[in-house]
Every structure is written in C-alpha cells, then in structure tokens.
Nanobody
C-alpha cells in the first residue's frame, strides 16, 4: 500500500516556474515507477511525465518536453516535477501516481494516486 500526497501547486504568471512534490508513505517507494498526470476542467486526465524506479530513465509528453523535469529521491520517498516556462494551457490539477510498471503512460496501469494539487497559470 502506498499513500501519495502532492504539494507545491499555486498561481503563477505565464513564463514562470513551479516545483511540485509528491511524498509517498511506505517502505516500497523505490519499487514503483512514478508518474505525473494532469486534468484540466472539462478535459480527460492526461499523461505528463514518468520516471523509472531508480530515476535513471524518464519519459515526457510532447506538450511538456523541454519545459518540465521529473525526478525522484528514493531516500526521501519523494518524486518531483519541476515546471518551467509555464503556459496558460498548463493550468490543471496535477496528480502523482505509482505503478508496478516502468515509464507507463496509461493511467489505468497506475495503482495508487494522490489527491492532486491545483496549478493555475495566468496570461
């Protein structure tokens, strides 16, 4: 069982940066691939980024590639999402999730989810 708690969301102007954190409970954090997803109002939840168990491999959605960076610290049971050059279209609730798979982009393959944190980018 893994419990996930996101933090770091907020309101930022276009072009600004935010760093999201996702703290995980339990001793098995390093055995899970981790991912970030987002859901904007009226839209389906979409994949943002994923990271392997060790953190050596990452994968990004085309819409955030070059602007967002996913990382993890297994000693702290935490995964991060550094978001730079934010755009109004990045506005959404951001969720972290844990999967038994590696670099998974499909939300149905994630077993545990956080409650989400709101990111709002003003133009």
């Amino acid at each position: 069982q893994v419990q996930l708690v996101e933090s770091g969301g907020g309101l930022v102007q276009a072009g600004g940066s935010l760093r999201l954190s996702c703290a995980a409970s339990g001793r098995t954090f390093s055995s899970y691939g981790m991912g970030w997803f987002r859901q904007a109002p009226g839209k389906e939840r979409e994949f943002v980024a994923a990271i392997s168990r060790s953190g050596s491999s990452t994968y990004y959605a085309d819409s955030v590639k070059g602007r967002f960076t996913i990382s993890r610290d297994n000693a702290k049971n935490t995964v991060y999402l550094q978001m730079n050059s934010l755009k109004p279209e990045d506005t959404a609730v951001y969720y972290c999730a844990a999967s038994g798979g590696v670099l998974v982009t499909t939300d149905s393959r994630y077993d545990y989810w956080g409650q989400g944190t709101q990111v709002t980018v003003s133009s």
